[in-house]
């Protein structure tokens, strides 16, 4: 049996492996989509850190299968047909995907095999209920979550209950070619690590890979849930998952993480009101793959068509400078530059940087989507595309775009002491707290004394606040109507 793996790195929980491995011998393969010549990914969303996060993971998931996993470059739609005779395979084993390119990818594949009279095994693997279960009365989709989860819990079947790693694993030894021994189809082959250096800097904070995956669910479990609904929201402290990653490329499945935080251990007060938060938050990414399967164009199109019209800036200027941190904004200058030393930004500072981009700056959010696609290691389709159309106010259930943040008062909430701000902008450590966050604000004197000259190490304000968001409203008001 030819076992396809996709974002679902992993042994564990895996239907289409388990099933593979109870038919006989199996052939491990991975296809990255690529074009021809130029290397880069034709289908794939990933972005250049997923790439890097993608490289690791096939490292691991190959040395996990004992070193058989064949990784390939190209169309998916010729190499799994070719594989199957060239091994005698009569079966391809494989979990869906909902996105428009994983959905274009599956339809190219079952046509070549049916051709060849190979049979197609499909699978669900990586999400909770796929998008057509979870639907109106109508059959239409919800565009407001709190109706589309309840639906989900009450009327869907229950998640299914994860599947161990297959008992007895026989696999389909690798051939080097004869010539020089060399093995063709490792990761490495894909060249994913075209930027070494900022690759191995943001690789460096991470384990990648399924048992890293578990080990930091086992660390989330015993040490950040008791406390997640009121926790999550601070950056400075580790208070969430950081499993985003790992479901991205599948090296731990969300049926995985519905079931593990129900089985916490008695000692920990309030563990099942907990797990309740957290499996909303796993509701979300359902709710994100449901827009994506029903809106394939919504990366580019706006959901809500009013936004069309919206009169968004062009300042290369701006959008560089929030690039790279330096908006003179401190709690949106640490976010942005939290992404790019670590490949990785905590979710209540992903919603300031964003509500900062589209409205103090009034710059699209396609440049944000583009970004985070770019630096963030989860960047995955429907989180990425759903998220910005939900700052940006375009999307379903989005919130409203006259809901301005305040990068101000919310690092005054969300980080009461400055620890975030101070582990990502070091030239600020010594300031005061009751500057650290306007530091124009800061007498000459405070300045002096913490080593902080305005505009040489660490810039004035991009913009004015009370008039970005005037601006934004005002813009707003041109389309509500």
Request: with cysteine; proline share 7%; charged share 20%.
């Amino acid at each position: 049996m030819l076992m396809w793996f996709r974002a679902d790195l992993r042994l564990q929980d895996n239907p289409a492996l388990y099933a593979a491995a109870q038919q006989g011998r199996v052939l491990p393969v991975f296809v990255y989509p690529q074009a021809s010549n130029t290397g880069a990914s034709a289908l794939s969303y990933a972005g250049a850190a997923g790439q890097v996060w993608l490289h690791h993971s096939l490292g691991a998931l190959r040395q996990d299968l004992q070193g058989t996993l064949q990784v390939y470059g190209g169309d998916a739609a010729e190499i799994l047909p070719a594989l199957c005779r060239k091994y005698a395979l009569a079966a391809v084993y494989y979990n869906r995907s909902f996105t428009p390119t994983g959905l274009e990818e599956e339809r190219g594949v079952q046509q070549a095999l049916l051709h060849l009279r190979i049979s197609p095994h499909p699978y669900n693997a990586n999400y909770l209920w796929e998008p057509e279960q979870v639907t109106k009365k109508d059959g239409s989709a919800y565009r407001v979550f709190t109706p589309f989860y309840r639906n989900a819990l009450e009327h869907a079947e229950l998640p299914r209950h994860p599947l161990p790693a297959p008992d007895y694993l026989e696999l389909q030894q690798l051939e080097k070619t004869p010539a020089t021994g060399e093995d063709i189809t490792a990761p490495a082959q894909l060249n994913l690590l075209p930027h070494l250096s900022w690759g191995d800097k943001i690789a460096q904070h991470w384990e990648m890979g399924e048992d890293a995956a578990h080990a930091r669910l086992q660390e989330f479990i015993h040490s950040a849930l008791p406390d997640y609904s009121f926790a999550r929201d601070y950056p400075a402290r580790a208070g969430v998952s950081r499993l985003s990653m790992a479901l991205v490329w599948g090296e731990v499945s969300p049926h995985q993480l519905w079931y593990a935080v129900a089985r916490t251990p008695h000692t920990q007060p309030g563990a099942n009101a907990q797990g309740f938060q957290f499996r909303r938050q796993l509701g979300w990414r359902e709710f994100s793959c449901t827009q994506l399967y029903n809106n394939p164009d919504m990366r580019w199109r706006n959901l809500q068509p009013k936004f069309d019209k919206f009169p968004w800036r062009d300042d290369p200027v701006a959008l560089q400078r929030w690039q790279r941190g330096e908006t003179g904004y401190p709690i949106v200058d640490a976010g942005m530059r939290e992404l790019w030393e670590t490949g990785y930004m905590h979710n209540r500072v992903r919603m300031l940087v964003g509500s900062f981009l589209v409205k103090n700056l009034l710059l699209h959010w396609h440049h944000g989507e583009a970004w985070f696609r770019a630096c963030l290691f989860d960047a995955d389709y429907a989180n990425n595309c759903a998220g910005w159309q939900w700052v940006g106010g375009c999307g379903a259930d989005a919130a409203p775009y006259f809901r301005i943040f305040n990068p101000i008062t919310q690092a005054q909430k969300f980080d009461p002491h400055a620890e975030y701000v101070r582990r990502f902008i070091p030239s600020l450590r010594r300031l005061p707290d009751m500057y650290i966050f306007e530091p124009w604000k800061a007498p000459p004197k405070v300045l002096r004394q913490a080593g902080v000259a305005l505009g040489r190490d660490y810039p004035r304000p991009i913009v004015d606040l009370k008039a970005t968001r005037q601006r934004a409203l005002e813009a707003y008001a041109q389309i509500k109507g």
